[in-house]
T-cell receptor, first 114, second 113 residues
Framework: DAKTTQPPSMDCAEGRAANLPCNHS???????VYWYRQIHSQGPQYIIH???NNETNEMASLIITEDRKSSTLILPHATLRDTAVYYC???????????????FGKGTLLTVNP | NAGVTQTPKFQVLKTGQSMTLQCAQD?????MSWYRQDPGMGLRLIHY???????DQGEVPNGYNVSRSTTEDFPLRLLSAAPSQTSVYFC????????????FGSGTRLTVV
């Protein structure tokens, strides 16, 4: 799986957009970018994923650069409850034993301040 | 629909004891896995299963056994607990195809003394 690089921590003011970057310069053509978050003491929560097009759902937007070497997770109006560790993960699609695995790095601790 | 249920939530073991961490899902997910998370670290994969009767090792399998006799259940067994196994354990499941996100349980906090 491609390795990802994320800043260890970021701050954001409540109500403002939080933009979390992720570098995945060695990503392969068929690997997807996934984002998860983990609120303190809870299990990780799936947020969004994408291949090469920008994606949006009720939680966030995912912007992937044209060369796919980096991406940005956007929380449009951050709240205090969005304070969490955010993980960027890349992995190939489809079935097959090793393709199911998620490799978590240390992620980015996003702190939303009042 | 309860999602992924882990029991117990907390457990204290003595060194050398054995125990089973339970994980059950009611979403008919094919894939299930166990992770451990140590302070300041990301999650590390212990074992995973792509369907009933099929299991495989992850990054840190030593000291743990798994079996998958049904689609719903994926128990993790600690054979002889060691202090190094003090950790928070998470179970996760998903549909077979990797386009879908994983659903994680709320975790089991294990302390081995």
């Amino acid at each position: 799986d491609a390795k990802t690089t994320q800043p260890p921590s970021m701050d954001c003011a409540e109500g403002r957009a939080a933009n979390l970057p992720c570098n995945h310069s060695t990503i392969s053509g068929n690997e997807y970018v996934y984002w998860y978050r983990q609120i303190h003491s809870q299990g990780p929560q799936y947020i969004i994923h994408g291949l090469k097009n920008n994606e949006t759902n009720e939680m966030a937007s995912l912007i992937i650069t044209e060369d796919r070497k980096s991406s940005t997770l956007i929380l449009p109006h951050a709240t205090l409850r969005d304070t969490a560790v955010y993980y960027c993960i890349v992995r190939p699609p489809g079935s097959g034993g090793s393709n199911y695995k998620l490799t978590f790095g240390k992620g980015t601790l996003l702190t939303v301040n009042p | 629909n309860a999602g992924v249920t882990q029991t117990p939530k907390f457990q204290v073991l003595k060194t050398g004891q054995s125990m089973t961490l339970q994980c059950a899902q009611d979403m008919n997910h094919e894939y299930m896995s166990w992770y451990r998370q140590d302070p300041g670290m990301g999650l590390r994969l212990i074992h995973y299963s792509v369907g009933a009767g099929i299991t495989d090792q992850g990054e840190v399998p030593n000291g743990y056994n798994v079996s998958r006799s049904t689609t719903e259940d994926f128990p993790l067994r600690l054979l002889s607990a060691a202090p190094s196994q003090t950790s928070v354990y998470f179970c996760a499941s998903s549909y077979g195809r990797a386009f879908y996100g994983y659903t994680f349980g709320s975790g089991t906090r294990l302390t081995v003394v």
